[in-house]
């Protein structure tokens, strides 16, 4: 199993970007897909979550900048990210629960991918 994320770089301040998670090795069509993100010296900590169904979640942070999606035929998550803030900047890594519902704990994921970069400058 490998979750595979993409679409990391440079952005300024308010500036936007989607990052995508591809799984292979088997599909998670009816599982949980989320991201987290961990800043320079921080924990990681949870960004959004997508259930199978559609069901979805965000930490309070983003709520109204970054939406979480998914194509079910692809197991591919996505997140677009809109009105970037430094403080946005992060490694920000994919992640499957095997459950029904969005999950919010680290805890909670199963399955984990590398991450990708994600800097906002001011």
């Known amino acids: 199993v490998q979750l595979q994320a993409s679409g990391g770089g440079l952005v300024q301040f308010g500036g936007s970007l989607t990052l995508s998670c591809a799984a292979s090795?088997?599909?998670?069509?009816?599982?949980?897909m989320g991201w987290f993100r961990q800043a320079p010296g921080k924990g990681r900590a949870f960004v959004a979550a997508?259930?199978?169904?559609?069901?979805?979640a965000y930490a309070d942070s983003v709520k109204g900048r970054f939406t979480i999606s998914r194509d079910n035929a692809k197991d591919t998550v996505y997140l677009q990210m809109n009105t970037l803030k430094p403080e946005d900047t992060a490694v920000y890594s994919c992640?499957?629960?095997?459950?029904?519902?969005?999950?919010?704990?680290?805890?909670?994921?199963?399955?984990w991918g590398q991450g990708t970069l994600v800097t906002v400058s001011s």
């Open positions: 992640a499957v629960a095997r459950s029904l519902y969005p999950r919010v704990s680290v805890n909670e994921y199963d399955y």
């Open positions: 997508i259930s199978g169904a559609g069901s979805t």
């Open positions: 090795g088997r599909t998670f069509s009816s599982y949980v």
